[in-house]
């Protein structure tokens, strides 16, 4: 029983920082252009490491 | 249509007649639309910019854009977004400007116009998708916490520990059902209040019953509590709803981006003679507009200055241009083809052709009948029949002696099981499959009853001028002494817009034997005047191009009457007898009419043709295209009333049409389409937009429409089918939480991957890249 005091805090904490990305997301606008963002991921232009 | 181009052309003082003291302006226009009208600037200096740029499709175009300007010290940021094509600027206000930007951008191969983003309209649609996606984003969040909790419940939490778990529960549930569920709570009582039932109210009295009787539970140490159904049911309805709302929002960018290349803004002429430039809003009443060839007239008005010749089949269908001088009357449509004019507007707003047709298209809006959707028939049955279920089984328990509580418990878990969760997932998962199947084939749809509305089409009207045909002529004949003199006609007419001398000079451009033949150069003097023709010198000769009248042909040739559109050449050389040649020209047809035709013919479907153009043209393409009926020299009302005497007598008509005057018609078919090219005012319209060429295409529309609707029915089976197992369970009091959860979640999945199979049964349609009919 003691160890749900900790757990169950922690697990809906963990699920509310979930939910707290997904609401910055959508604040910064990453959901605008989601074809973009598909291709953009393949998009190699890093410069190699010398 | 590139709108924002340097134009330098030569204009024969002679032929610009002067109406008012003003001299007439100077041989040469040289004009630059000024962009910057479209940029915006924040507080703190920071110019912001949106080019919309229609031929940027993949992710090459995306990262060539983005890595050119990347390392642009003038710029502060740049960012492409791919699914709305756009480009945003943001640069400090002096270290460039927007007309640079956008000449850049042009250079590097790209056609952009610019774009006002921060439209309120863009605005309330990026807020309400957003709103959706936070409701979808907590009821997920929720569902998945009280989920576990539940799952400790169901394998055996008893006492304080179930206690605890339901009141954690309860913590989480009502304040995220109170938020994620405001879509169908606010749904639900507007039909309640207009006196309908919708699908929102079952689902929004399921939810509050069992989260108010949950708490009760809860409260009062009970065994079962309902929070987690009550939150997977609001979120898989927020799925479908979501996908709902993404599909229309995709279709309507789709249009923005087609409409962002009309003609937004306009040249003006003041009493001084300078030129600015104004968007079209700003134009008021007494303005002067100036027009150069090739490009739309923006305004109702009447021509002040210049002569010319004006395409006119946006707007009434005619395929030959009509003459245009000072004095005539103008409308915002037409198209200026050969002289620049200068036009006093005499109509904005409300009072011109356009708000015309608009008031058409408003009663014929009025005068159709409301369309009742798959889903809505489908609501109608369901909702009450689920609502009388659930009140069958509360009493049914309460008679038989199980007290409220209990009931009431079965009576609610007949509702979520019930839920429609596949019904609310059935249509909208499919109606997107196909949007993005049918935006990958050229074809952007607007809303997904139009989809339904195809499937059930057994008349197809078709217009003339610029839908059966691309309103792009060819060289179809030549007659006389031909041969000689066409290669040095077809170099005079390089130097035109006019749509029969491009269609020459395209004729004549890839016979490289010919070309060596003569050079541009030998012409000297070559000038062109608007409505009549042009004329040049060759070698000594007087080289003509143009009506009968202008190359001063005698009548010893007798007109040849078998084509409307036809242009003369004449060569002549001092004390010698001319030499003349008759080009004949024909409206090139669009690719894939033939096979559409031809396929809807097969399948039984009443093929009309309807055009504003005259008689003989429109005869002769029927008969080209062996379609039976058709009409001639149709206004914009007539057709209107044609195709709702149609509707009237129970066909269900697919209107295709590009005009403007084709709009009302639009409106008035069951559903309609326009391609591309066409007028806004049929693309604002129309259900569908064609965006390539071919009406090829339209045949997979149709196999899409369907098999869309085929799914459709499976989907609302299968909801059938589960509700038949389900409800005797939930009636009988067997349902326990664990199992209502797995049941709708499964239905749900099922229904979804049943539309996915839209996919498959699409790569077999006919499209417009299989071959050329």
Known sequence: MSNLLFLIPIALGLGFLGLLGFLWALKNNQFDDLEGSAHRILDDDDKPLK | MALITDHK???????????????????????????????????????????????????????????????????KKVRVNLSQKLVHFEWLEGSTTANELFNDLTELGYKASPFLNNNDLVEVERTEMRRLLLCLGVAGFAAANVMLLSVSVWSGATGATRDLFHWLSALIAIPAIAFAGRPFFSSAWLALKSGHLNMDVPISLAVILATGLSLFETATHGEHAFFDAALTLLFFLLIGRTLDRLMRDQAFSGVRQLLAFKSTIAQIVDADGQQSTLPISQIEVGMRVLVLPGETIPVDGEILIGKSDIDWSLVNGESVPRNAKPGDEVFSGLVNLSGPLEIKTTAVGETTLLSEIIRL???????????????????????????????????????????????????????????????????????????????????????????????????????????????????????????????????????????????????????????????????????EHPGLGMRATYEGGELRLGSFEWCNIDDTFETYDGADLMLWASYCQAGEKPVVAL????????????????TLKAQDMDVQLLSGDRQEPVQRMAQLLNIDHFKAEMKPDQKCQYIEKLGRNGSKVLMIGDGINDGPSLKAAFTSLSPSSASDVAQVTANFVLMNDSLKSIIGLFQLAKSARALIYQNFALALVYNMIAVPIAVFGYATPIVAAIAMSLSSMIVTLNALRLHLLASSYQWQEDDKL
């Open chain 2, 361 to 527: 298209m408003e009663q014929a809006n009025e005068r159709a009948p409301r369309y009742r959707t798959l889903a809505d028939r489908a609501a109608s049955v369901y909702a009450p029949l689920v609502h009388l279920i659930a009140l069958f089984t509360f009493t049914g328990w309460m008679l038989y002696g199980m007290p409220w509580q209990g009931s009431l418990y079965t009576a609610i878990s007949v509702l979520i099981i019930t839920c429609p969760c596949a019904l609310g997932l059935a249509v909208p998962v499919v109606q997107v499959v196909a949007s993005s199947i049918a935006h990958k084939h050229g074809l952007l749809m607007k809303d997904g009853t139009a989809l339904e509305k195809l499937s059930e089409i057994d008349t197809v009207v078709f217009d003339k001028t610029g839908t059966l045909t691309l309103s792009k002529l060819t060289l179809s004949g030549k007659f006389f002494e031909a041969d000689r003199l066409s290669s040095l006609a077809s170099q005079l007419a390089k130097n035109s817009l006019h749509p029969l001398s491009k269609a020459l000079a395209s004729a004549y451009q890839n016979r490289s034997s010919e070309k060596t033949k003569f050079s541009t150069e030998a012409l000297l003097d070559v000038e």
């Open chain 2, 9 to 75: 052309i030569n204009v024969t003082p002679s032929e610009l007649v002067p109406s008012t003291q003003r001299e007439v302006p100077d041989k040469t226009f040289v004009l630059q639309k000024d962009i910057s009208l479209f940029q915006t600037v924040s507080g703190h200096g920071v110019v912001g910019l949106d080019l919309i740029v229609a031929n940027m499709n993949c992710a090459g175009c995306m990262s060539k854009i983005e890595r050119h300007f990347s390392n642009d010290t003038r710029l």
């Open chain 2, 583 to 598: 080009f004949t020209f024909e409206d090139e047809l669009r690719p894939g009419v033939m096979g559409l035709i031809r």
